[in-house]
């Protein structure tokens, strides 16, 4: 299996980030990682192992990107319009700089963005906010709204709420989306969600399909058993749905 390793200096971010490449050809894959997660995440959890043999047959061409979770939505010692502000900038990063190395890479037509819990919001958001950039998402055990809290996961924003959020809560800008040409993108994505039976935000995900359902954008629920919010899930979920 193909495995490259590349870092360059973000002029969007103003330091160093780092991504791995598997695979040779394919439908190209952004993989985000999970809460505080690098870019060898997926590989550490052998997720990328799981989807060795859709690899190795030039399938899928995964593109593990690194996170910046500690200056944007975990860092807590910033006032909450700062954390937000952290995430505008990787998400330009990944728009201006990951994207079009991807499409350098591989001119493949087909890209998935693809994560796990919080990386789950992050593809679902860039995926919604520019469908046609994306021909599939496939989220497991995410949280599509960061202000709200249950179980263990705080309300990452504490209390805070202003348009920057708004627009980058799915489940909010997405009710009163009315864009037909973003919505008819959203329309032609694959779109696929996974979540554990006993995942505090199984009921968050519900309400992201019931928003989905009123926009009239397609979409597939599945629900596993017990929490499925650790890699042992994860990397039986990825070669079903991946």
């Known amino acids: 299996m193909n495995r490259e390793y590349h870092k360059w200096w973000s002029p969007r971010l103003r330091r160093d980030m780092e991504l791995l490449v598997f695979g040779h ?29 859709k690899i190795e047959a030039g399938q899928l061409q995964l593109f593990c990107i690194d996170g910046i979770d500690s200056e944007s939505f975990y860092c807590f010692w910033a006032h909450p319009t ?3 502000q952290r995430y505008v900038e990787y998400e330009e990063y990944i728009l201006n700089e990951v994207l079009p190395f991807m ?3 591989n001119p493949h037509r087909c890209t998935i963005s693809h994560g796990c819990s919080l990386g789950a919001f992050f593809a ?5 906010k520019h469908p046609h950039l994306f021909q599939k998402l496939c989220v497991f055990s995410g949280r599509y709204n960061l202000t709200e809290a249950a179980d263990d996961f705080n309300d990452l924003l504490e209390g805070h709420y202003d348009e ?3 627009y980058n809560t799915p489940v909010h800008y997405l009710k009163n989306l009315d864009c037909h040409d973003r919505l008819e993108a959203m329309r032609a994505m694959d779109i696929v969600i996974v979540c554990g039976k006993q995942d505090p935000f199984l009921g968050n995900n519900h309400y992201l399909c019931r928003v989905l359902n009123e ?11 017990d929490r499925a919010h650790r890699g042992y899930y994860w990397r039986r979920m990825a070669p079903m749905y991946v």
């Open 164 to 166: 920057t959020v708004y």
């Open 124 to 128: 679902a958001n860039i995926a919604f």
């Open 25 to 53: 050809s394919g439908a190209k894959v952004l993989v985000f990682p999970t809460r505080g997660g690098r870019f060898y995440e997926y590989e550490k959890l052998r997720i990328t192992e799981s989807l060795r043999h």
């Open 82 to 84: 700062g954390r937000v």
């Open 103 to 105: 499409q350098m890479k």
């Open 215 to 225: 926009k009239a954008v397609p979409h597939r629920m599945h629900e596993w058993q």
